[in-house]
């Protein structure tokens, strides 16, 4: 596989990497409720990135 074709997917590729090894870790952290606060508490962080791009 060429690794040109998977450079733009490497930050997607290291989120599911670390949301995986933070879920074998501690279960409780894929639970609906936590993710939906994690979602919660990110939005207005990510919304923030936006503006400045």
Same mark, same amino acid.
């Given at each position: 596989m060429d690794i040109q074709r998977l450079?733009?997917?490497f930050p997607?590729?290291?989120l599911l990497v670390l949301v995986?090894?933070?879920?074998?870790?501690?279960? =409780?952290f894929l639970k609906p409720a936590?993710?939906? =606060?994690l979602a919660g508490d990110i939005v207005p962080?990510?919304?923030m990135a936006l503006g400045l791009t």
């Open positions: 450079k733009p997917h997607w590729i290291t995986t090894i933070v879920g074998i870790a501690d279960p =409780s936590n993710l939906l =606060s962080l990510f919304i």
